[in-house]
């Protein structure tokens, strides 16, 4: 079991550029969600998803945007990169809200 | 606002010293909290949910007990390898608020 996989680890990308950070689960979990963590911030929600064709905004959704197209997948983009968007970038699952989540090992992004 | 902080934001200790860490919490309606250990350059492996005050949990070294305003994670004779910094969040509806964390260090 691979758990969750996220792609790619690292990434340097320049303002105003655009990328999708991929996000991949085995575990038939209905329920995904895309956090950032900065140092001395704590884990924040940017997007979430209870299931299949639905998703939502969390508390820092501004510059991103997801998609919920298969249970397995959902990429998170960022639309035009900003050096506030240097951050830790977290994938998690869990069979529904509520429960606990299982993460990625995530990817590092740093925007010059 | 949902809010959650914790306490100390790192400790030392040595090996077999047992200790406690904190997590004080305001929201609305608690539907769940939740303690995660992560370790330098990974995600969160999640440890424990706590659905009402004066619940516990166990796992080896480690016991989360749950009060209505707090929430304590116990690691009991500790060994290097519990060194991690351990996070809690709290959900409150659809929100899901994480803590900073604390970073604990056991020395051998």
């Known amino acids: 079991n691979a758990g969750v996989t996220q792609t790619p680890k690292f990434q340097v990308l320049k303002t105003g550029q655009s990328m999708t950070l991929q996000c991949a689960q085995d575990?038939?979990?209905?329920?995904m969600s895309w956090y950032r963590q900065d140092p001395g911030m704590g884990l924040r929600l940017i997007h979430y998803s209870v299931g299949a064709g639905i998703t939502d905004q969390g508390e820092v959704p501004n510059g991103y945007n997801v998609s919920r197209s298969t249970t397995e997948d959902f990429p998170l983009r960022l639309l035009s990169a900003a050096p506030s968007q240097t951050s830790v970038y977290f994938c998690a699952s869990s069979p529904r809200q509520g429960n606990g989540y299982t993460f990625g090992s995530g990817t590092r992004l740093t925007v010059v | 606002e949902d809010q959650v902080t914790q306490s100390p934001e790192a400790l030392r200790l040595q090996e077999g010293e047992s200790s406690s860490l904190n997590c004080s919490y305001t929201?609305?309606?608690?539907?769940?909290l939740f303690w995660y250990r992560q370790d330098p350059g990974k995600g969160p492996e999640f440890l424990f949910t706590?659905?009402?005050a004066g619940e516990e949990k166990e796992k080896e070294r480690l016991k989360a007990t749950l009060t209505k305003k707090e929430s304590f994670l116990h690691i009991t004779a500790p060994k290097p390898e519990d060194s991690a910094t351990y996070l809690c969040a709290v959900q409150d509806g659809q929100n899901f608020v994480f803590g900073p964390g604390t970073r604990l260090s056991v020395l051998p």
């Open positions: 929201v609305s309606g608690l539907r769940g």
């Open positions: 575990m038939n979990h209905e329920y």
């Open positions: 706590l659905y009402s």
